[in-house]
Structure formats: structure tokens, C-alpha cells
């Protein structure tokens, strides 16, 4: 039964399974670039948080180092 009722892709066929795996693989690589180019143009700068550790609550986290 491995073959039974099925066609077989004729060169239409390829082609579009071949064009939609096109579009995905350039998708992909597209929303890959943004990251990229996002990450790399932001800066955050400066955000307030602890500088000591007893300065808040126990519990909370601080800086390991800061770059302000």
C-alpha cells in the first residue's frame, strides 16, 4: 500500500513546494536580520537600580556590576 492512489509531483508541483520553502527560508532570515539590526541600534543607557546590596528589600537583585 505504499504507493497505492497517489500521483506523483509533476515539475509544477516541485516548483511550488520548492517556492514555498523558498519564502520561509527567506522569512527566516529576514526577521533574523531585524533582530540583529535592532539589538545592535538600541541603548538602553542607564537604568536606576540598587548599588549596594542592603539598599532595598531582602530578596531583590542588584547589579552585578553598573555602567553608570
Not at 1 to 9: C, D, H, I, K, V
Not at 38 to 57: F, I, K, M, N, Q
Amino acid at each position: 500500500m505504499s504507493g497505492a492512489g497517489q500521483r506523483p509531483l509533476g515539475p509544477r508541483g516541485r516548483w511550488t513546494l520548492a517556492g514555498i520553502g523558498a519564502g520561509i527560508v527567506a522569512l527566516l532570515a529576514v526577521a533574523n536580520v531585524h533582530l540583529v539590526t535592532v539589538s545592535l541600534s538600541s541603548d538602553p543607557g542607564c537604568v536606576a537600580h540598587r548599588t549596594e546590596p542592603g539598599d532595598a528589600d531582602a530578596g531583590t537583585l542588584r547589579a552585578a556590576r553598573s555602567d553608570c
